[in-house]
């Protein structure tokens, strides 16, 4: 499985964005190698929503994202987060962010939502994102 | 909390029952075409999403100030 981070759709959705070529390079690298199923969770739908539309204050390409997260399965599926994640999520919270890494809530959710699929599923989980948070506590790419 | 080594993925041939396995061609088509230039000053919006969207930067800079 593969959950992706905000920073990773807005990089895909944005030519100027500097790391929109290596989001497009792991589009292909997902068209070679196989990492499962390919998700996310409402979480990162309202931040990839709120940047955009604070940014740019440009509907369509508020909606351009909606498309891309909520009605694209063949690309991805978003799942809500539930209770039992919100809990795990911030005990993940609590013992990792500090000044030096400032995990935002969202990123805490990402992490207990992929540990849940890990260990409920015996499945390796990815993290796609561009977010030097996530580094040495997931298995982050590109 | 340290995580493993990455582990490399397997290859597969495209198509499964949910949107697991290769992503076809058309989905990679389709999401280049949505690809837009969202202007100037979006360059770093990708890696800058808490800094805009939580103020981390201005709370850096408050707590820098002290």
Known sequence: MIVFDSSFLIALLNKRDSYYHSALRFLDDMATFDYGSRVTIDYVLDE????????????????????????????????????????????????????????????????????????ENNTMVYIATFDNDFRGIAATVP | MEHAPVPEPKKREVGTKDNSGLLPPHVIAWILELAVDMGPGTEDLSTSVDDVLYGRNAIQRNNDSF
Do not use: M
């Not at chain 1, 909606?66 to 809500?80: G, M, N, Q, S, V």
């Not at chain 1, 993940?92 to 540990?115: E, G, M, V, Y």
């Open chain 1, 48 to 119: 990839v929503l709120t940047l955009i539309w604070s940014s740019t204050l440009d509907k369509n390409l508020v909606k351009q994202a909606y498309d891309l997260i909520c009605a694209t399965p063949e690309f991805l599926r978003c799942y809500r987060v539930e209770v039992e994640i919100l809990q795990q999520a911030w005990d993940t919270w609590l013992k990792i962010a500090s000044p030096n890494r400032p995990l935002s809530f969202t990123d805490a959710c990402i992490l207990a939502f992929a540990k849940r699929e890990e260990n």
